[in-house]
Each structure stands twice: as structure tokens, then as C-alpha cells.
């Protein structure tokens, strides 16, 4: 039988939690009144790798752009899942095999939909 954990033996957890959320708000505090508040244009203009900046940063992006880093990581997620089926492959058998061979037609599905779909084309 397996004994559940009574209130008292989460005392310690809270104990932690108390601690942690207290520090992160005195390091708050303290960095906004003990820091410095000197502000400057200089200090105040944007700053990226040595170069000054040109322009406006807040120009729009291509949708393409997040398009195609969305299917990316989906992709590259599904991908991900072909991994414990490897490690696993001669466990499952028949059946695994099957079920991933599922799986990859449905993602060449995909796949040819946003080929279809001229997804990826950057130029139109």
C-alpha cells in the first residue's frame, strides 16, 4: 500500500517556495533603489555588437519569415518523436513498424500540402 504524504510533510516545499519568491523580490527592490539612474541619449540608443544602429528596428517582417520558422520547428518536433522509436525499434515490432510508417506518410502528407501550397516559395 502506498502511504500518501500528510500536509505537515509539505512544510519544507512551502518553506522553499516562501524563501525564493522573498529573494527574487528584495533583489527587485534593491537593484531599482540602489542601482544607477543616470540616464543619458548615449545610454538610452540602442547598442548591438559594436555598430551603431541605422533606422527604425520596428519595420514589419515577412509572414513567410514566421512561416517557415513555425513549420521548422514543427517538423523538427516531429522528427524528435522518431528517435525512442529507434532506440525501441526490435521491441515493437510488426506493429511499431507499421505505426511509423503511419507516421512518416502522414508527415510527406504535410509536407506535400505546403509544397503544394507554395509555403515555402519566398519569391511572389
Known sequence: MVSTGTPTDFIPIAIMFLVALGFVAF?????HYL????KTKVKDASFECGIESQGNARFPFSV???LVAILFVLFDVEVIFM????VNFKELGLLGIIEMFTFIILLLVGFYYLVAKKALKWEE
Open 64 to 66: 513567410k519569415y514566421f
Open 35 to 38: 542601482g544607477p539612474k543616470r
Open 27 to 31: 533583489v527587485i527592490v534593491a537593484t
Open 83 to 86: 528517435y525512442p522509436w529507434a
